[in-house]
């Protein structure tokens, strides 16, 4: 007997699957395409919190989510015998000019809203090394907050963790007990062929994947772009947002204007060898937030829209679609709901 069916082997399928599991349900997950195939499969795998001011629903989701993703993706490797790429690496940023008073007043709310259980400060050169972004300042900001993730290895851990339970990951089959909807873009684009306006859509993000090793090293945010040293001694660097393209998984000009930009705002990439061009398209709901619930159209329930945080809020929406599907109890934020898409 099934009790759980996963429709979706990306962050949030793979994710659901596993808090299910984990509670005792007999999971089942299907995906045509295998696992991570979508934009789950992608490089950069950037876990960084929203700034800690104008306090809402979806930024204390997202807290929760990362100050639970340590043990979470810990329990993960463990059933799996794999890595998953996970780390709390931190986060450095640069203090724009004119931004050191907003800054610092970040690091008081920081003390507050994130419970004491990370930080938010401004430091000098001498806290930061050769590896930062170039600060117009001279001050950079690090939240100890900022985690990465090696997205490839941790489908694949959660995949194998799923099954070493007991559950079953294919391809094809029939959908038994409670399903859920994790179907990333094709999902969110046949609710929106049932609506009278768009429910969501893909945008696009190309990313570069250097040999550079920088393991123990934080990531780096500067000029919009994410800089992530991942475990096995590669670093990515992402991404554009694009709502029109021609070709879902090419790369172009702009992945060239990224990598750049990306040089000249850290120069200690210059010089790194490329060894992967990628580019994928992200689900993106209409509200912006993840889309959690029962669903719009189909009998079941529905987690999509991770876009750029799927994998940062993949273990609380993990748990609370558990919640929902196992136990009737519903934890899901009213701008999660489908309600705030339609």
């Not at 799996?80 to 970040?106: D, F, I, N």
């Not at 660097?237 to 992945?255: H, I, K, M, N």
């Not at 689900?283 to 987690?303: N, Y």
Request: glycine share 12%; proline share 5%; hydrophobic share 45%.
């Amino acid at each position: 007997m099934t009790d759980v069916t996963v429709m979706g082997a990306g962050a949030f399928g793979l994710s659901v699957a596993w808090a299910c599991i984990r509670r005792g349900a007999s999971v089942q997950v299907i995906d045509p395409y295998g696992v991570g195939a979508g934009s789950s499969g992608g490089i950069v795998g950037a876990l960084a919190p929203h700034v800690p001011e104008n306090w809402n629903d979806k930024k204390a989701f997202q807290l929760d989510s990362l100050l639970m993703a340590d043990a979470w993706w810990g329990a993960v490797a463990q059933a799996s015998g794999l890595p998953t790429g996970y780390g709390r690496s931190g986060r450095v940023q640069p203090v724009v000019a004119g931004g050191e008073a907003l800054a610092r007043a970040r690091a008081d709310t920081a003390a507050e809203l994130w419970q004491g259980r990370a930080t938010w400060q401004v430091v000098a050169a001498s806290a930061v090394g050769d590896w930062a972004p170039v600060s117009p300042t001279g001050l950079w900001i690090y939240d100890s907050l900022s985690a990465r993730m090696h997205p490839r290895l941790a489908c694949a851990a959660l995949a194998a963790a799923i099954v070493a339970r007991g559950g079953v990951i294919a391809r094809d089959g029939v959908a038994r007990g409670a399903v859920i909807w994790a179907t990333g873009v094709s999902g969110l684009e046949e609710i929106s062929a049932a609506r009278p306006r768009s429910f969501g859509n893909g945008v696009k993000g190309q990313a570069v994947l250097l040999r550079l090793d920088r393991a123990q090293a934080p990531q780096l945010y500067a000029d919009g772009l994410h800089v992530i040293p991942h475990v096995d001694g590669t670093v990515a660097v992402g991404s554009t947002s694009e709502g029109e393209y021609a070709d879902a998984s090419s790369t172009d000009a702009q992945l060239d204007t990224v990598m750049a930009r990306a040089v000249a705002a850290v120069p200690a990439l210059q010089g790194a060898e490329v060894i992967e061009r990628w580019a994928g398209v992200r689900p993106r709901a209409r509200s912006r937030a993840p889309v959690l619930g029962a669903h719009p159209l189909r009998d079941g329930f529905i987690a999509n829209g991770g876009f750029k945080i799927g994998f940062g809020m993949a273990p609380k929406v993990g748990e609370v679609m558990a919640d929902l599907v196992l136990d009737g109890v519903d934890n899901i934020p009213e701008g999660f709901r489908p309600d705030a898409s339609l």
